[in-house]
């Protein structure tokens, strides 16, 4: 039984009464000892008037002035209590307020002082619903005999008292170790904890990778049970579930892969189909993988994808969802027959879709090829091989004729891509929320065009028949988010027209990509960009994707063996086939193609019993918030391997120069872009010796009393690389050449 406080309150919604039995299902209680606990716990709550108790059953007690929020703290001891709800007021946590609750955790913060315009309200916590860490990165110090770990992360305000374990802790006295929490602070008894690895000396010796697990708490390895739970299936297909399928293994089919020389080995999830219908029609086929057909929900194979919520790419580690043998079962391969769930799309001629349909089915791939292999096929079209003939057409409709077409219509409604080098190992968008038009590979991002499509129908249909789904959406950005890099793009003489001053469009950022294109930092102007889009987000009802320009809904589906979301909307999909009701009343002599989206329009009837529908609406609601932590833990990991990577590099590079553009200005100095390597360093005003400067912020710039020089945003400088802090990714710069000379009526003050 592993669950939080948060987990077990997010099953109260809606002032409904809850059984007992009920949370003990939704909990994983499997034995009278964890029905014990968890009885324990409801206790608990109802003593603190977090729960009443009527007629046997719990309804959560909503108290005025009671919040949800997650800590956020620094290092000099007082922290905020951040609240879901978009905009409202960040809590104000006094150190002694704080009731041994630590960076991260979420918590029920209590509202004691009302805010006013200049000042926070203030809050105290109330009780700790999740805690954030299990375990963390710490040094060992040896203090009058006792071993105790000083947290790496200098927002956890505590140390930790070690317990001798099987890892000597002499030896990983002043060593960075991996140490997990046995026991949280109980009023004024400190935490405990043991050391579970001793990672190097410090934390440029220990490995990256192991340095960015053990600071997320990432699972590196699944249960025995689990590996042998996935070793046992079958890899063959029996005749029984073929019968069940449409039949596709006679058509032509393709795959593709990424360049082997990627660090790992390939899943592939995805196949297509093209062929032509008379004159005037295509159909796309894309057939992914049918995971669902090997996880079964609620076992244990399913619980733990489900608690993992996504892979995470590591460089050359790779934490999956899946078990490897799992995987192999699922993996799309050549002259192998394999079950998969397609989306057959049909376009005119002109690219726009008809209609489409969703089957259940089983393919054979003919060819699988790199995108680099499907490049050197395009460009050499009149010298293919006879064999290849038929794979070379097929990739010559699809990638100059129907793509195009597809690309036309998104950048049509306001659609942009970056221009950037894809790093993620999705075929869609990814996390990300926008295509990545590659310079290297643009078939790539060709395809990416055509494989969102089977997203966009997947949301459209299990929308119009009113099934329970989730959906992705990326909410529009902020302005404040955008302001710099427009103050930067106007110094740089870039022209844009924006269409509003009120609200930021895809279009907008569209007309942001074609201005980029004037200027010779169009790299890091891209990737400035990149980073003021909102996260995507899973959603259990339909909303506006900005980056894809899509203003109703999108889903994720192609990925199912490497996110939960893609595998819970593959079941809605089955689910569909095998629960749905395809006429109004069993009288009906004739039904609706639940598989077409020809059906859309004659369906007034609940597809899915109430019962069900009911539940798994439930469900997806309490799964959403989830996913999103789980995406956002993977997100912060890979992008802490890239900061490390990069601090790494550059301190190889200490004291050498490099030319970069000053992407931000800020009172306490300014940050520099370095283009050939996209590496951020900060140049902080103390190191700028010549002269006293002065923040103007309205200019945004520095600009010094005497000498009149200015930096400022968009100039190119020349800087030396002074210092690396390799743990906290932080580059410290100093100048040796740039700025800008200004005479003295050219700036007023501010």
Request: net charge negative; with cysteine; hydrophobic share 35%.
């Amino acid at each position: 039984m592993e669950f939080s406080i948060a987990t077990l309150l997010s099953n109260f919604t809606d002032d409904k009464l809850v059984a007992a039995k009920f949370l003990e299902k939704k909990l994983g209680c499997e034995n009278e000892e964890n029905i014990e606990k968890l009885q324990i716990i409801l206790d608990i709550l109802e003593k603190v008037g977090i729960l009443v108790k009527e007629r046997g059953k719990y309804r959560r007690f909503t108290e005025k002035n009671l919040v949800e929020a997650k800590l956020r703290c620094s290092s000099k001891g007082f922290c905020f209590a951040i609240q879901d709800e978009e905009d409202a007021d960040d809590i104000y946590i006094r150190e002694t307020h704080l009731s041994n609750a630590w960076n991260g955790d979420r918590v029920l913060v209590k509202v004691i002082k009302e805010g006013t315009r200049r000042r926070s309200p203030e809050g105290e916590v109330k009780l700790i619903l999740e805690r954030a860490n299990p375990s963390l990165l710490a040094q060992v110090k040896k203090d009058d005999g006792n071993y105790k770990a000083i947290p790496l992360d200098d927002r956890l305000l505590f140390e930790l008292l070690l317990k001798q374990n099987e890892n000597s802790l002499e030896q990983a006295v002043n060593h960075l170790v991996h140490v997990s929490v046995i026991r949280y602070p109980i009023g004024e008894h400190p935490p405990w904890g043991t050391v579970t690895r001793i990672l190097g000396s410090d934390a440029e010796e220990a490995a990256d990778t192991d340095i960015v697990c053990c600071k997320h708490d990432l699972p590196q390895a699944f249960s025995e049970e689990v590996e042998q739970l996935a070793a046992s299936l079958s890899q063959t297909v029996d005749q029984a579930e073929i019968d069940k399928r449409v039949d596709l293994r006679q058509k032509f089919t393709f795959t593709f892969v990424e360049d082997e020389q990627r660090d790992y080995p390939p899943f592939v999830e995805t196949a297509f189909t093209l062929e032509e219908i008379g004159d005037q029609y295509w159909q796309l086929g894309i057939h992914i993988t049918d995971v669902a057909h090997y996880v079964t929900p609620d076992s244990l194979v399913d619980k733990t994808a489900k608690k993992r919520g996504t892979t995470i790419y590591l460089g050359e580690k790779v934490l999956p969802l899946l078990p490897e043998a799992l995987i192999d079962c699922c993996c799309i391969v050549p002259k192998k027959d394999c079950l998969t769930i397609s989306v057959l799309i049909t376009f005119d001629k002109n690219g726009q879709i008809t209609e489409f349909e969703i089957q259940p089915t089983i393919i054979n791939v003919n060819e699988q090829l790199t995108y680099q292999k499907a490049q050197r096929l395009l460009a050499n079209l009149d010298q293919v091989p006879t064999e290849q003939e038929e794979l070379a057409q097929c990739l010559n409709q699809l990638f100059f004729t129907l793509s195009p077409l597809v690309k036309a219509q998104r950048l049509q409604r306001g659609g942009f891509e970056l221009k950037l080098e894809p790093r993620a190992p999705y075929q869609d968008e990814g996390r990300l929320g926008v295509i990545i038009a590659s310079s290297k590979v643009p078939v790539r991002s060709l395809l990416m065009e055509l494989i969102i499509l089977a997203g966009k129908s997947v949301a459209d249909h299990l929308y119009a028949l009113g099934i329970p789904s989730l959906y992705c959406a990326q909410p529009e950005p902020d302005w404040e988010e955008l302001e710099d890099l427009l103050r930067l793009v106007d110094n740089l003489g870039i022209e844009v027209q924006l269409s509003s001053e009120e609200e930021i469009t895809a279009q907008d950022y569209y007309n942001l990509t074609q201005g980029f294109n004037q200027c010779s930092s169009v790299r890091v102007l891209n990737f400035l960009l990149k980073d003021t889009l909102k996260s995507v987000k899973y959603s259990s009802h339909s909303a506006p994707h900005f980056g894809l320009a899509y203003h109703d809904r999108y889903t994720h589906c192609v990925s199912p063996g490497q996110r939960y979301g893609d595998l819970l909307v593959q079941r809605m999909i089955k689910l569909l086939f095998s629960q749905g009701r395809d006429r109004r009343t069993k009288q009906t002599k004739t039904g609706v193609d639940l598989h077409s989206s020809r059906c859309h329009i004659g369906i007034n009837w609940n597809v899915l019993p109430p019962a069900m529908q009911e539940s798994l609406e439930e469900e997806f609601h309490l799964l959403v918030s989830h996913l999103n932590d789980r995406e956002k833990l993977a997100e912060d990991a890979e992008k802490d391997l890239d900061g490390l990577k990069k601090a790494e590099k550059m301190k190889e590079r200490t004291g050498q120069v490099f030319r970069g553009l000053i992407t931000g200005v800020q009172s306490y100095g300014f940050f520099v872009e370095i283009e050939d390597l996209l590496v951020e360093g900060l140049v902080h005003v103390s190191s700028l010796k010549d002269d006293w400067y002065e923040y103007r912020a309205r200019h945004g710039c520095l600009v010094g009393r005497k000498n009149r020089i200015a930096y400022r945003l968009g100039d190119e400088v020349e800087v030396e690389v002074k210092s690396v802090d390799y743990y906290r990714q932080q580059i410290d710069l100093v100048t040796v050449g740039g700025g800008s000379s200004v005479r003295n009526d050219d700036w007023d003050d501010d």
